[in-house]
Every structure is written in structure tokens, then in C-alpha cells.
């Protein structure tokens, strides 16, 4: 049995643990005593707690994270009653602030605050060898030297390359000081070595890996790095790689752009942090936009690459109202994203957002996710409803399934008094909403079924129209002929489904599939 064991609860199997793969990474001649065992939040506590005491470690450190917290303090708890004696260290963001609040933390013997890649390792060998622990119950060390931080991209199992998201990062930081995210409290932007990144990278590609995910906060703040990465995999496109990178919006200069648009349509996705179109709010939360260029951006990332845009809006920060957060996702939509995530205000440990407490009158949930609950500006039931649109539009427009359906909602947006995509849909959304009051788990035939009676019965609109539009996104490209039985009448011809050999998530080539159909239409006209 091997004395250390690490170990995190993810939000699903397909996630990897990329945190903990760095610990490892840099655990030097401790390696071999050392092993990852990786569970999901879906797993019983009871069960994780039984596996992890199969093992029969004499330390165990937990990566704790907003989606974990509880479930990890249930498992920590169960440790410590089954086994006592067990050395039970915690890490990760969720518990590098307000520490000392934490049932979760007075649970654990240790936890350690901020970046770990060099002081567990030198807790554990001190405890190994000697039984010796820090004098205090939290600790932090100085922030790691990123050129002697060894990189843990060897560690992936082909398992992994096979199955799961591979996290990789150029770089760690951010220069922004949004005041709602906890890179805020990042003091400095710290680069890996370009060229050995780039050796692992080759690497993993040499094993198999074609889907790379970069948690780099900004990934195109440094452009002759950015270049230089995105050259490297423009090099090997043709092996299938897909690449998701979060990215500045109102930073591409005509270098990036030249290079982007060399990718084909489905081997790039950016998730774009627009956050808030209202120009008041951005100056209160400390978020710094040039809001033209954003709109230059999306325009050309639109009209002139093959990008997969997807891109993040925030409810409920302080001073936003529904009318402006509504006017705020109108004007995101007219860029053109293939999704908008709509989120709802997280008050994430340490973050300076609750400056504004007191007189936004900020109200959050107490327990994770820490949502906010209401504001001055925004009731209860306002988030509430925007909680539900977000759901449903993460459903029927950011799935990619329901293209048809959503350029007819289109249409209806357009001819309101004052024409509104947002309003159009909450309008939907709040139908849906009544119909199925449990929210989440709502079967395809019976979310199609609401739809269909919204738009003929709510809305008037022509049966045999929407009956047309429904089965065409029913049957999504496919040869399927199981027609629903409320929309049984006539069925256009089906079409047969392109095999796609790509690495390409299947979500993103649902939109593809989408925007190559709405072409053919347009080229028909």
C-alpha cells in the first residue's frame, strides 16, 4: 500500500483532475509511495469513504473546489470518525479563503492556502519521515517558481486521452481585477517555458490526444505567445485536434486574426467573457472592456473564421437591472455566438465583490454554489426567471438541437413592439417553466411537445409551419422516422448524416451541422 493518496471528487467522470496530477508531478523520490484515486460528486460519500480506506493511506489530501465542498466534507468526516489517526490535508480555491469558517476545514488537520505544487510535497516528506507537522492549522507557502514547476502532462492515462477533457496551461494569472472572480487576487502573470509546454503538448499528441482544453485565464494576453501556440497546432490540424481556449474579447490583433481563420469550422471553440454589456456595471465590479472592439471582433471571428464562440454573461451584479441585463444579452446575441451562457452571480470565496454588500443590498446563498439570491436591483423572483431562461436556452438554443425552432423565435423577437430575443424567450421560457415545474430532467418528446403547443396555441403561429420546423430539428439531420405522435401529418424527406472524423465535440458539430443547412437555405434564395 502506498502512504499518500490523492483525491478529488469531480463534477463527472470526464473531467480529469488536473490540480492533483501536479501535486503528483512534483512529489519527486516520494512518487512511488504515492497514488491519484479520482471520484465524482455523484458517488456516495460512504463508498468513496470505503474505497479510499481500502487503499490504507496515512495521508490523504482532498482538491476542493465550489462544485465539491460538501459532498468532500461529508467524506472527510466519515474518515475521521472510521479512522482518526488519518492525516487528512485539504487544497484548492475553495478553501484558500475564509478558512478558518469552514466546518470542512476544522474537520481536516491541515489545509494549505494557494498554489501547493512545492510545499505538499514538502509537508508530506517531513510527516513521513518524522511524524513532524506545521505548528498551525492553515498554511501558505510563497508562490511557486513556475520554471521549476514540473509539468504533469505525462501523468495522463490513455484512458484519459480516450475518454476524458485534458486540461493543459501556458500560463497562470490574470491582470484583470474583475471583482467577482478570484483570479482578481492574482498579483502577477507567470509563463510556462514556450518551448517545453510545446514538447509536452507533442507528446501528448504522439499518444493520441486530440481534444485540449487551456485553463489559461487569458489566454491571448501575451499575442507572441498565443501565436506561437496556436502555429504549433495549426501545424498538426490535420490530425484532428480540437482546441478550447478562454479569451480576452476586445484583444485580437490582425496577427491572431490571420492565424484563427486558418483553422477549419469545429477545430476552435473560445469561451468569451463578456459578463455584462452595461457599461456602469462593468466600471462598479472593476471589469475593464473597449466594448467597440468587442463588437469589431465578433464580426470578424463571425463573418471570417470557423470559431465556436461561446460566450459567458453574468445576472445578478450589483447595479444590474432585468432591462439592462435584457438589453445586455440582445446585444451579445446580434454578435452571433453559437452559445450564450447565461450564469447567475457566484460570491466565490475571497473575491472583492462583497464591497457591495451592503449597498446593493447583495443576498447569497450560504451554501455552494453561494449563488446570489436577490439585490437591490434584481428581486428573488427576477433571478429566479433568469435561472429558468437559462436553462431552457441552454437546452433548446445553446444544444445546437433546435436551429429551426430558434430562427423562428427570431422572427417573433423581431416583430414585438420593441423587438427583443430576450423577452421573446423568456416568454417561452416561462411557459415551459409552468409545464414542467421540475425543471431539470425534461424528456426531448416532452420539451418538443410544449414547444409545439407554445408556438401554435400561445403564439398562433402556422401548425403546419411549425410542425415542418420541429421535425426537422427532431430528426436532426438523421434518417430517423419516429415522429412524435402530436406532430404526425407529413414528414419532408430525410437526410443522411455526414460522418465527421474529427475530433469535434458532438455539441459543436450540432451547430455546424446548423449553420451549413442555414447557408444552403440562404444559397437557395
Given at each position: 500500500m502506498r502512504p499518500i493518496l490523492l483525491t478529488t471528487l469531480n463534477a463527472r467522470y470526464s473531467h480529469c483532475a488536473f490540480g492533483l496530477r501536479y501535486l503528483y508531478a512534483n512529489l519527486k523520490e516520494l512518487q512511488p509511495q504515492a497514488q491519484i484515486r479520482e471520484f465524482t460528486i455523484n458517488q456516495a460519500p460512504r463508498d468513496i469513504a470505503e474505497a479510499i480506506l481500502a487503499q490504507n493511506p496515512r495521508l490523504v489530501g482532498f482538491g476542493v473546489y465550489i462544485w465539491n465542498t460538501r459532498q468532500t466534507r461529508d467524506v472527510v468526516s466519515l474518515l475521521k470518525r472510521l479512522r482518526p489517526e488519518l492525516l487528512i490535508i485539504l487544497g484548492g480555491p475553495e478553501v484558500t479563503f475564509e478558512t478558518e469558517s469552514q466546518e470542512l476545514c476544522q474537520l481536516a488537520d491541515l489545509t494549505i492556502q494557494g498554489e501547493s505544487d512545492f510545499l505538499f510535497y514538502e509537508i508530506c516528506r517531513d510527516y513521513l519521515a518524522n511524524g513532524s507537522l506545521p505548528g498551525e492549522k492553515w498554511v501558505s507557502g510563497p508562490l511557486p517558481e513556475i520554471a521549476k514547476i514540473a509539468m504533469p502532462y505525462s501523468l495522463y492515462s490513455d484512458d484519459d486521452l480516450n475518454n476524458r477533457v485534458l486540461y493543459v496551461e501556458a500560463s497562470r494569472g490574470c491582470p484583470y481585477k474583475c471583482?467577482?472572480?478570484l483570479s482578481s487576487l492574482d498579483k502577477s502573470v507567470r509563463n510556462f517555458d514556450t518551448d517545453a509546454f510545446l514538447s509536452?503538448?507533442?507528446?501528448?499528441?504522439?499518444?493520441?490526444?486530440?481534444?485540449?482544453?487551456?485553463?489559461?485565464?487569458?489566454?491571448?494576453?501575451?499575442?507572441?505567445?498565443?501565436?506561437?501556440?496556436?502555429?504549433?497546432?495549426?501545424?498538426?490540424?490535420?490530425?484532428?485536434l480540437f482546441l478550447h481556449f478562454e479569451m480576452v474579447p476586445d484583444r485580437l490583433p490582425v496577427e491572431l486574426r490571420e492565424l484563427i481563420a486558418k483553422f477549419p469550422p469545429g477545430s476552435l471553440q473560445f469561451e468569451i467573457g463578456i459578463q455584462t454589456w452595461n457599461p456602469q456595471v462593468a466600471t462598479l465590479v472593476s471589469r475593464r472592456m473597449d466594448f467597440s472592439k468587442v463588437v469589431e471582433n465578433f464580426a470578424y471571428l463571425t463573418s471570417q473564421t470557423g470559431v465556436h464562440?461561446?460566450?459567458?454573461?453574468?445576472a445578478g451584479l450589483p447595479g444590474e437591472t432585468v432591462e439592462s441585463f435584457a438589453q445586455g444579452f440582445d446585444a451579445v446575441a446580434l454578435l452571433r455566438p453559437q452559445e450564450i451562457q447565461v450564469g447567475i452571480l457566484k460570491r466565490l470565496k475571497g473575491t472583492p465583490i462583497i464591497r457591495h454588500d451592503t449597498e446593493w443590498q447583495m443576498v447569497y446563498q450560504d451554501n455552494p454554489p453561494f449563488q446570489v439570491l436577490q439585490t437591490?436591483?434584481?428581486?428573488?423572483?427576477?433571478?429566479?426567471g433568469i435561472d429558468r431562461f437559462s436553462h431552457y436556452w441552454n437546452l433548446l438554443a445553446n444544444s445546437g438541437n433546435f436551429g429551426k425552432t430558434m430562427q423562428l423565435l427570431d422572427a417573433l423577437a423581431a416583430q414585438r413592439p420593441e423587438p427583443s430575443r430576450y423577452w421573446e424567450f423568456d416568454q417561452l421560457a416561462r411557459a415551459l417553466a409552468?409545464?414542467?415545474?421540475?425543471?431539470?430532467?425534461?424528456?426531448?418528446?416532452?420539451?418538443?411537445?410544449?414547444?409545439?403547443?407554445?408556438?401554435?396555441?400561445?403564439r398562433g403561429q402556422d401548425a403546419d409551419e411549425v410542425r415542418e420546423i420541429l421535425i426537422a430539428d427532431y430528426s436532426g439531420g438523421t434518417t430517423r422516422r419516429d415522429v412524435p405522435p402530436f406532430l404526425r401529418k407529413h414528414q419532408a424527406a430525410p437526410t443522411r448524416k455526414t460522418a465527421d472524423a474529427t475530433a469535434t465535440p458532438k455539441r459543436q458539430q450540432q451547430h455546424l451541422r446548423g449553420e451549413a443547412a442555414t447557408s444552403a437555405v440562404t444559397a437557395a434564395h
Open positions: 471583482e467577482y472572480c509536452e503538448m507533442d507528446k501528448l499528441i504522439a499518444r493520441g490526444a486530440r481534444q485540449f482544453k487551456f485553463v489559461d485565464r487569458t489566454f491571448n494576453l501575451s499575442i507572441a505567445t498565443s501565436s506561437r501556440i496556436l502555429r504549433f497546432f495549426l501545424d498538426r490540424i490535420g490530425q484532428g464562440i461561446h460566450a459567458d454573461l453574468i437591490r436591483t434584481m428581486s428573488f423572483e427576477t433571478l429566479q409552468q409545464r414542467h415545474p421540475q425543471n431539470h430532467g425534461v424528456a426531448l418528446l416532452n420539451l418538443l411537445e410544449s414547444v409545439w403547443l407554445y408556438l401554435t396555441v400561445t
